[in-house]
């Protein structure tokens, strides 16, 4: 179905997360994308005004492109459902789902997708418990490697790779920086890999797996966003009977977490070639170095065409 130029799409960006840069270089990507391919494109900034801007312009859709707690996790998605306002990316129960890690890790591993052993630990049991009793626990139920990560969050932002238990405290105070909850986690080896789907009303589409090499070793915050910190293979440098694997894993991952539209599943492949699930992304970046947009381009996709049909079909997911 072709896009239609008339249509009037508001895509939000920025907020007043810790990743608005990234946010905002997204947003103006997508927004590039649809007034390229002939669509009315406003480009507003998350605050005060964006509310009263939506209900009296009832643009045909939205586009949410907000980074960070603000737009992965339900909160949005509830307003512009409350609005009655069509918007691209998951519903506001699912992103919930897919934005708390341990409870996305616990879905998904019903769906039989491999998931690393983890705990789950509040910042006010880490305190109570006292932190030297925790953390030996943790070292003799879930020995190094370990990654260490924020229970709700994006970008890479607190997350440690622990290769000496010396140096866990540390770990365990970047993350709780950044959230209330962390998360300690098996620390699976093998090639990481991304997975892009999309879903234009006929289910959801892998795209090609996107394997990651950082430079430092880590895919951390810096790697993510800055031009040749990371190396990318995509395809990923995967067997075929692998990469059906990773492929398979991630539309299993999808679809036990209720997402629609767009949405980003990171996965390890081991040594075996198992694919195991590390978190799935409701909002995936779309900036020039991201990977979904690397993805779709290695996939035969148009960027500008994929936008305005993944926002048509918001819009006929609502009139529906």
Not at 5 to 22: F, L, N, T
Not at 58 to 63: K, L, N
Not at 209 to 225: C, D, K, L, N, S
Request: charged residues 20%; contains cysteine; glycine residues 10%.
């Amino acid at each position: 179905m072709a896009a239609l130029s008339h249509r009037h799409v508001v895509v939000v960006a920025g907020g007043i997360s810790h990743e608005r840069d990234i946010s905002l270089r997204s947003g103006r990507r997508v927004a590039d994308s649809l007034t390229g391919y002939g669509w009315q494109v406003d480009l507003r900034d998350a605050g005060a005004s964006l509310l009263p801007a939506l209900t009296e312009s009832r643009p045909d859709v939205v586009w949410p492109a907000l980074h960070g707690a603000s737009g992965e996790d339900g909160a949005l998605r509830g307003i512009l459902e409350a609005l009655d306002i069509p918007f691209v990316g998951s519903r506001s129960t699912s992103a919930r789902l897919a934005w708390d890690k341990p409870t996305a890790s616990a879905l998904v591993a019903r769906a039989d997708v491999r998931t690393p052993r983890s705990i789950t630990l509040s910042h006010d049991v880490f305190r109570e418990l006292g932190a030297v009793g925790v953390l030996a626990a943790i070292a003799t139920e879930h020995p190094v490697p370990l990654a260490v990560k924020p229970a709700r969050g994006g970008s890479a932002q607190g997350v440690t790779l622990v290769d000496d238990v010396d140096d866990l405290p540390r770990a365990m105070v970047a993350a709780y920086t950044y959230c209330d909850d962390v998360v300690v986690e098996q620390f699976i080896r093998g090639t990481e890999v991304a997975v892009g789907i999309i879903d234009t009303g006929d289910g959801p589409v892998p795209l090609a797996a996107v394997e990651i090499v950082p430079r430092a070793g880590v895919y951390g915050f810096e790697a993510r966003y800055n031009a040749g910190e990371t190396t990318f293979y995509t395809p990923a440098r995967l067997s075929s009977a692998h990469a059906e694997a990773v492929a398979s894993a991630a539309v299993s991952a999808h679809r036990a977490l209720g997402l629609r539209h767009l949405s980003r599943v990171d996965l390890i492949v081991d040594g075996a070639g198992t694919p195991w699930f590390l978190e799935a992304n409701v909002l995936p970046g779309l900036t020039e170095t991201s990977l979904v947009p690397q993805a779709l381009s290695a996939s035969g996709f148009d960027l500008g065409w994929t936008y305005a049909e993944l926002a048509e079909q918001a819009i006929r997911d609502h009139a529906s």
